[in-house]
């Protein structure tokens, strides 16, 4: 059973970065074929893609966000992190971490969530 939990700061003041965890167990993320995603909800909002880091180390990223948004990898400790620079109450959000499968646009396993709130 694949297990992803999402960790990090729940507050973060304006124009600061906001840096979070998914650590994943039951799998590895370097397995063949499988993406890691980085997904949001701001209140009263659909479900956004922030991007992915590829089971080859690649990353890309939604074109709204991509100027922003870094998402990394950590093999050895098994996590995959994101960095969200110059942030504005906007980016508020419930933010999950998540699985999905080469030419699929499905995602089989999700983290619980974290709330992360941008306010000075």
């Known amino acids: 059973q694949v297990r992803l939990q999402e960790s990090g700061p729940g507050l973060v003041k304006p124009s600061q970065t906001l840096s979070l965890t998914c650590t994943v167990s039951?799998?590895?993320?370097?397995?063949?074929?499988?993406?890691w995603s980085w997904i949001r909800q701001s209140p009263g909002k659909g479900l956004e893609w922030i991007g992915y880091?590829?089971?080859?180390?690649?990353?890309a990223y939604s074109p709204s966000l991509k100027s922003r948004a870094s998402i990394s990898a950590n093999t050895p400790e098994n996590h995959f992190t994101l960095q969200l620079s110059s942030v504005t109450p906007e980016d508020t959000a419930v933010y999950y971490c998540a699985r999905g499968y080469y030419g699929s646009y499905d995602f089989d396993y999700w983290g619980q969530g974290i709330q992360v709130t941008v306010s000075s």
């Open positions: 880091i590829a089971y080859t180390g690649m990353p």
């Open positions: 039951g799998g590895s993320i370097t397995t063949n074929y499988y993406y």
